[in-house]
């Protein structure tokens, strides 16, 4: 049976709020800021056929709408507070949207951010999300802020998402219970939430990565006014994405997309407190490379001490609007 706009937003997109002082149901919700803090802001577009395949599960498009969102929070470093909707969908039915809502919400309880209003509408399916979240004055993470000497990091594996498109795309083959934790990578991924909080005060640079290493890295490198060196041999990557044939690994490693690890820099000293704060947050840190002056541009080596570097020209960051 197809519901109408405002028992849909009811049935599905109304949970009770607790931090918020007034969640959906009015015309704006209100939010109470802890004092001393900035509120984050950030929002995210999730188009059918251009960031999801049609063939996804509902209720993991829910956790991966708002995970790429939480995933800008987390490279900020701010704590997640609040969270609106905007969908478009093409019908009120049933059966997208309870699991649709259940994979959100069930994200959202885990990371106790609080569904607090949206807005819906008839159309292409399409899901944007605006994030909040709050971080101490002058602590949040910024592309702005790496230095020369900076040593260059990265959260967990890169590449699986990008793998597991291949996948679908008929273009590289996997066994059945490799292919379902590649293919998790992509679908479910889990924003760094954590270990960006515990990155405060320690890292001089943060991005989350979405596009992939070497067009996220060139946004550190613009906005800090920096170059860098890489090592491809430093990237982590999965048993089921090493056993790839080279060309490959260095495309879903390089360019892969998807990723949502932060990568970040810290001051060479602060190398110790990296990895305490990788402990802290429970998530795995690795050192891929350094910080250079902005005429070294951008060299990525095969490994630490590589003389050649590669050539890069294959490698351009994802542009929607590039052809
Ligand atoms: P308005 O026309 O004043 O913008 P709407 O009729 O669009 O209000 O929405 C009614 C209420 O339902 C608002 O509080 C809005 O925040 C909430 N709402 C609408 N769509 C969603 C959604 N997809 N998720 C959560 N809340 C929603
Ligand atoms: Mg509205």
């Not at 997309?257 to 060479?268: C, S, V």
């Not at 902005?294 to 890069?312: C, S, W």
Request: net charge negative.
């Amino acid at each position: 049976m197809a519901l109408g706009e405002f028992d849909l937003i009811e049935k599905y997109f109304r949970p009770p709020v607790q931090r918020a002082a007034l969640g959906g149901g009015d015309d704006c919700a209100l939010l109470v800021p802890t004092p001393g803090m900035q509120l984050a802001v950030s929002t995210d577009l999730l188009v059918e056929g251009r960031h999801f395949l049609s063939t996804v599960a509902p209720d993991r498009l829910g956790h991966k709408a708002l995970a790429v969102n939480l995933s800008d929070l987390a490279a900020c470093g701010a704590e997640p507070l609040a969270f609106t909707l905007a969908l478009s969908l093409p019908r009120a039915d049933a059966a997208f949207l309870a699991p649709f809502a259940s994979g959100l919400l069930a994200l959202a309880e885990q990371h106790e951010i609080e569904l607090v209003g949206g807005d819906t509408t008839a159309g292409p399916l399409t899901i944007g999300i605006t994030v909040i979240g709050e971080v101490p004055e002058g602590l949040a993470l910024l592309r702005s802020g790496a230095a020369p000497g900076d040593e260059l990091w990265v959260s967990g594996c890169l590449g699986d998402a990008r793998l597991a498109l291949e996948v679908f795309r008929g273009h590289a083959e996997l066994p059945g219970d490799a292919f379902s934790a590649v293919r998790e990578a992509m679908e479910r991924p889990q924003p760094r939430v954590a270990l960006g909080q515990a990155l405060r005060g320690v890292a001089s640079a943060a991005i989350d990565l979405s596009d992939g290493l070497l067009g996220d890295l060139g946004h550190i490198r613009r906005r800090s006014g920096v170059g860098a060196t890489v090592w491809l041999d430093a990237l982590p990557r999965s048993a089921a994405l090493a056993a790839q044939p080279q060309a490959l690994q260095r495309e879903c490693l390089l360019a892969g997309g998807d990723d949502y690890e932060l990568l970040f820099t810290a001051p060479a000293g602060a190398a110790d407190a990296v990895r305490a704060a990788g402990l802290a947050s429970g998530t795995p840190v690795t050192r891929i490379g350094r910080i250079e002056p902005l005429a070294i541009g951008l060299k990525v080596f095969a490994e630490a001490h590589g003389r050649e570097p590669l050539d890069l020209s294959a490698f351009a960051g994802f542009d929607h609007f590039k052809p």
